[in-house]
């Protein structure tokens, strides 16, 4: 009988005792909503942007209740309006062009390189022929690019870019976070991100009038002094009249469980930098897998690992899956017919408009990605590893795929 992982890919650390103990305190006093502070009180969530503005080195900081939202209040800051085309990576998340499309803009999608990272040059192409001016960079499951480069392009080209951190939050190219390239950077704070309150989302910037705007459109009412890491009340004035409120703001509860998460980040990601690297190290070597390189520049956190299977036909990428899974191992493949679970892509998403992407639908089509939680030991890592390598040759070889796939009897 054939070894199974028993380990799940699905299971978070627990929130911290001081996140819960704060936690207690705020329902303890019941001023959940963010604006509902005694006297000299400072409200959670306007602590938490305070924290999270100093962690990142940006001016400003305003937390939302989704990353989906903080995507959606950065392109309304940007004022995207309805039609216009927003550029965005062809392999990211659902989340990225539903942002877009909240707004009645287009995506426009780029093609990925087999870094999984956007291709500068069809960046260059879309843009022009689309003559978008927003680029909503999805840090897709946390590969991030030459951003020197990705700039400069942008900044010819007169792009602004707006940065999708959901799996980038802790990480940083040649030293800078990730979310401080582009004019505003968007984290996520859903449980299966780098910090967990349930859901949640973080928006921050240099930039004044991009952040007042942001802190309006949240809705803020009138209240946007009771703001810390936001601009100067003039800056609001000349705004506050304008700006809609699309509610979606964080609550105390919420910023109460992340306050304390902020100081667990740079170790957190060197703990999931040691299992991604035992993953790494466990496949090197297995013939028919290709690994994906990390730049020296790039300070990951590896919440997630790819790898691809290269020019396989799919049915021998199903069996393969199928042959993981039947002993413990879930992996995704981004290049399933029909969308499962969280992983969908670009041609599944049918309220925009289509395009041939063929390098993208290359890379997808031998993708495997798979959850690597911060419960997982450096053994269970290793393990793993042994399974999908062993599973691997079982699949490039069998003449009889129908026979991999079906679970071994045990
Ligand atoms: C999770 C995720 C988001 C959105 O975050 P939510 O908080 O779930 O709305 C955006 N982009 C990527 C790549 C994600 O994985």
């Not at 940006?58 to 309805?82: D, E, F, I, N, T």
């Not at 927003?134 to 499951?141: I, N, T, Y």
Request: aromatic fraction near 6%.
């Amino acid at each position: 009988m054939s070894e199974k992982f028993k380990g799940s890919f699905t299971q978070q650390e627990p929130i911290p005792e001081a996140g819960i103990e704060a936690a207690m305190a705020v329902l303890r006093h019941g001023r959940l909503h963010r604006y509902n502070t005694v006297a000299v009180e400072v409200a959670e969530t306007a602590l938490l942007e305070e924290e999270f503005a100093a962690y990142v080195g940006a001016k400003y900081c305003v937390a939302l209740a989704s990353g989906g939202a903080a995507m959606a209040c950065a392109l309304r800051a940007c004022q995207v309006k309805p039609g216009d085309p927003v550029l965005s990576n062809a392999f990211t998340l659902a989340p990225v062009p539903g942002a877009i499309a909240s707004l009645g803009a287009r995506p426009v999608f780029v093609e990925v390189t087999k870094d999984l990272t956007i291709d500068l040059d069809h960046l260059e192409e879309q843009a022009k022929a689309s003559g978008a001016k927003v680029l909503l960079l999805s840090h897709m499951r946390g590969h991030v690019g030459d951003m020197e480069a990705l700039m400069a392009l942008c900044d010819r080209l007169g792009l602004r870019v707006i940065e999708d951190c959901a799996h980038t939050m802790g990480a940083k190219w040649k030293g800078v976070a990730s979310g401080r390239h582009g004019a505003i950077g968007c984290y996520s704070t859903q449980t299966y991100k780098h910090m967990n309150s349930g859901e949640g989302g973080l928006l921050v910037t240099d930039d004044p009038e991009l952040a007042a705007r942001a802190v309006l459109l949240s809705g803020s009412y009138m209240l946007f002094a009771r703001h810390r890491a936001a601009p100067p009340a003039e800056v609001f004035e000349a705004l506050k009249l304008d700006v809609p409120n699309v509610s979606s703001r964080m609550d105390n509860l919420r910023a109460a469980i992340l306050r304390p998460q902020i100081g667990m980040l740079d170790d957190r990601r060197a703990r999931w930098r040691a299992l991604y690297q035992g993953m790494e190290r466990g496949l090197e070597g297995v013939a028919g897998v290709q690994l994906i390189p990390r730049p020296q520049h790039e300070d990951y956190v590896g919440s997630s690992f790819q790898f691809l299977l290269p020019g396989w036909e799919p049915a021998r990428v199903a069996a393969f899956v199928a042959g993981a899974a039947a002993r413990g191992v879930e992996l995704k493949w981004f290049g399933a017919a029909d969308p499962q679970g969280f992983t969908s892509r670009y041609a599944h998403w049918r309220y925009a408009a289509p395009e041939v992407l063929p390098q993208t639908d290359r890379v997808l089509a031998g993708l495997i990605d798979m959850r690597l939680p911060l419960t997982f030991a450096a053994e269970d890592v290793v393990q793993i590893a042994r399974i999908i390598g062993q599973e691997v040759g079982v699949a490039a070889s069998a003449r009889d795929l129908a026979s991999v796939a079906a679970p071994a009897a045990d």
